[in-house]
């Protein structure tokens, strides 16, 4: 188990700049959510992925927000024409979801911090 | 809609000390609450769940967690505090129906030597 992964650590951009994020789960977990995080709040829901679908998305996540994990591994979160306010630390979970493996909790990775100069 | 609150900013204890951080949730039906800790500049690590059974949930690090269904509340606890458990502390419930988890506004925990 070596843990979530995110990719890269922090960016720096910008404003109308696009980016891209990337995550890679704990193997074999077939369930991916994001979250954001601003300073002095807790993670806020965007999305979540059960292996390719993506199943629910958050009203926070506008259309400039896309997210994909086409083949049900890693994930990437892109967003386009940056804002001040997309400026956050957004963090990748996963978990093992299916029969008898029910409420399993969420593993984090350690985020990518967004700053939008 | 689940909420959680988490009243106070931040709570601080003496090395040694028993420490509770306070939770309590608002939810449609049975609450599926958790905790998680979280470093600077990391995620967040998870240190325990309520699902269902005893109301006194353990957890990771010596962490545990008492539900309490007429208070409507999940506080967290430590019989004996540490310096290295200062960091920031997450209540957050399960939302029912859909996966995603609903978390509180965090408890900074420092703890002095």
């Known amino acids: 188990d070596t843990g979530v992964s995110q990719d890269p650590r922090h960016k720096i951009t910008k404003r109308g700049q696009n980016v891209t994020f990337r995550c890679d789960p704990i193997s074999e977990h077939n369930r991916l959510y994001w979250y954001r995080q601003t300073l002095g709040q807790g993670p806020e829901f965007l999305t979540y992925f059960q292996n390719e679908a993506q199943l629910e998305k958050s009203r926070l996540l506008s259309d400039r927000f896309s997210a994909e994990r086409p083949k049900g591994s890693f994930s990437t979160l892109e967003i386009q024409r940056t804002e001040q306010g997309d400026s956050a630390m957004y963090l990748c979970?996963?978990?093992?979801?299916?029969?008898?493996?029910?409420?399993?909790?969420?593993?984090f990775g350690d985020g990518t911090r967004l700053s939008i100069l | 809609a689940q909420s959680v609150a988490q009243p106070e900013d931040q709570v601080n204890v003496a090395e040694g000390n028993p420490l509770t951080v306070k939770c309590t949730y608002s939810v449609s039906g049975n609450p599926y609450l958790f905790w998680y800790v979280q470093y600077p500049n990391r995620g967040l690590q998870f240190l325990l769940k309520?699902?269902?059974?005893?109301?006194l949930v353990k957890g990771s690090y010596g962490f545990e967690a008492e539900f309490n269904k007429s208070q409507t509340s999940f506080h967290l606890k430590k019989p004996s505090a540490l310096v290295s458990d200062s960091a920031l502390y997450f209540c957050?419930?399960?939302?029912?129906?859909?996966?995603?988890?609903?978390f509180g506004t965090g408890t900074r925990l420092l703890v002095s030597p």
């Open positions: 979970a996963s978990s093992l979801v299916g029969s008898g493996l029910r409420n399993q909790p969420q593993h």
């Open positions: 309520y699902i269902t059974g005893d109301n």
């Open positions: 957050a419930v399960r939302d029912l129906g859909f996966q995603k988890l609903v």
